[in-house]
T-cell receptor, first 111, second 114 residues
Framework: EDKVVQSPLSLVVHEGDTVTLNCSYE??????LLWYKQEKKAPTFLFML????IEKKSGRLSSILDKKELFSILNITATQTGDSAVYLC???????????FGQGTTLQVKP | ETGVTQTPRHLVMGMTNKKSLKCEQH?????MYWYKQSAKKPLELMFV???????ENNSVPSRFSPECPNSSHLFLHLHTLQPEDSALYLC?????????????FGPGTRLTVL
């Protein structure tokens, strides 16, 4: 059965810290992995990864995919209180066309 | 208006009521999705419509009935729901159903079933 597992499930840090969020997957015919940030509303898109070893960056956020070990990480440097949110990882199965979501990691950044 | 919009944003209904959720996308996409998000559970895919044809219903109970009259509009008709159906219902769209296309989400409808 296809599954996506995120860790940790929750994390509390202080402003300025660096955090690493993990996403591992077992999905038939992997096509892409997506990261979303969800505050008190709909998820907003962060990154889409399809190739191993190529880091994607957007400001203080970056992400990389390892298709051999079947995982991805999302890094946030110099965290701010506005980074507090649930971070969702999702993987597309090419066989079914379904997007499978992990449980999410709840990040709280304290001042 | 741009992006994906959903109405209503909040809905409270009794178990015997009939109501409908509406989603509209202004992105020219060809695929639309309904998701259910319950507390402390991953997003669950309910329905997918590609070019107005349903292609996946994911074993959702029949008390949820989707309708897609055209590629820009998607409805979720609700009847005789249960309290455990209370959740955030999210609509999304993508250029096509096949990956690796990014999905754009609406703000969601927070549904409470009494």
């Amino acid at each position: 059965e296809d599954k996506v597992v995120q860790s940790p499930l929750s994390l509390v840090v202080h402003e300025g810290d660096t955090v690493t969020l993990n996403c591992s997957y077992e999905v038939t015919n992997f096509r892409s992995l997506l990261w979303y940030k969800q505050e008190k509303k709909a998820p907003t898109f962060l990154f889409m990864l399809t190739s191993s070893g190529i880091e994607k960056k957007s400001g203080r956020l970056s992400s990389i995919l390892d298709k051999k070990e079947l995982f991805s990480i999302l890094n946030i440097t110099a965290t701010q209180t506005g980074d507090s949110a649930v971070y969702l990882c999702a993987v597309y199965s090419g066989n079914t066309g379904k997007l499978i979501f992990g449980q999410g990691t709840t990040l709280q950044v304290k001042p | 208006e741009t992006g994906v919009t959903q109405t209503p944003r909040h809905l409270v209904m009794g178990m015997t009521n009939k109501k409908s959720l509406k989603c509209e996308q202004h992105l020219g996409h060809n695929a639309m999705y309904w998701y259910k998000q319950s507390a402390k559970k991953p997003l669950e895919l309910m329905f997918v419509y590609s070019l107005e044809e349903r292609v996946e219903n994911n074993s959702v109970p029949s008390r949820f009935s989707p309708e897609c009259p055209n590629s820009s509009h998607l409805f979720l008709h609700l009847h005789t729901l249960q309290p455990e159906d209370s959740a955030l219902y999210l609509c999304a769209s993508s250029q096509a159903m096949q990956p690796p296309n990014e999905q754009f989400f609406g703000p969601g409808t927070r549904l409470t079933v009494l």
